[in-house]
């Protein structure tokens, strides 16, 4: 068997696969996020149980929110505080006794689309994931691409075109990785509901906005309508930067079907010549893309 988990902020989710990478079973645990030691301990139950519940080894991959260091193998990340510069795959391996792959959450889910997910007959795929944050990964030929540093794929941390923040006088807003103007701040969900209030909304959750712009209320309009637009010119820079053959869009926001209506066309503008925008794909996976990623890449650990 394999297992797949995807560790956040706030949850651990382990997900039992089969030899064909059909999911089993799933269980969830709250995430300790400032005790190391109780962090492994509880990582080290969840596969125990594992173990036990199916009369096997089974092999181990994880997704994680954030980075292993290119150098020094420590983990960089703000969601879980007690892992953040700690050898996490070394430990891991220690308490677990057996091999562990560790790898950014954004690559997890764009490695499980491009291997049997909707992106599965096409050489190059970039994950895009529209969530609370946004986030990216991108494969070449089923294998994730990383770069010298192990940040390919960051386009949340990209910063907004200078022609869109002249046509809709935005506002340069700090972001926590300390650069300014940061997509993130604007096309993620957040992002939606940022750009609700700016243009005179009250503070409303993504999925309410969302419904007020199905019902047509102008505000609601004239803010998806701006976040279309934004999304489309970054991805527009992701075909400059990348060429995939698809994007594949993840997290919350992948469950909206207007995205897949409206990018293609909103992002000719910002393509120059004869290019064309690349196919915007639905997540075959879901929420399970990111565990099932994990798993695929533990299987080979």
Known sequence: MHYGLDIGGTKIEIAIFDKDFNIQSTHRTPTPTQDYSDFLNT????????????????????????????????????????????????????????????????????????????AHDQPRVFG???????????????????????????????????????????????CGCGLSGCNELYISGPGLARLYRLYGGEDLTTPDIIGRYR????????????????????????????????????????????LYKQLPDAMKPYLFGNLVPPAILAPEFGDSGGVRGAAILGASA
């Open 43 to 118: 990582v080290k139950e969840l596969i125990n149980h594992a173990d036990q519940e199916n009369n096997t080894t089974g092999t181990i991959g994880i997704g994680i929110p954030g980075a292993l260091d290119a150098t020094t193998g420590q983990v960089l990340t703000s969601n879980i505080p007690c892992t953040s510069g700690k050898l996490l795959k070394q430990d891991l391996e220690t308490v677990l006794q057996r091999p562990v792959a560790i790898e950014n959450d954004c690559r997890c889910f764009t490695y499980s689309e491009a291997i049997g997910g909707s």
């Open 128 to 174: 895009a994931i529209l969530g609370t944050g946004l986030g990216g990964a991108f494969c070449i030929n089923q294998s994730i691409y990383s770069g010298a540093q192990r940040v390919s794929g960051e386009w949340g941390h990209t910063p907004i075109a200078a022609t869109i923040q002249q046509k809709y006088q935005l506002p340069l807003l700090q």
């Open 215 to 258: 019902q047509g209320e102008n505000t609601a309009v004239t803010a998806f309508s701006t976040f279309i637009d934004m999304t489309a010119a970054a991805m527009a820079n992701l075909v400059f930067t990348f060429d995939p053959n698809a994007i594949v869009i993840g997290g919350g926001l992948s469950q909206v079907p207007e």
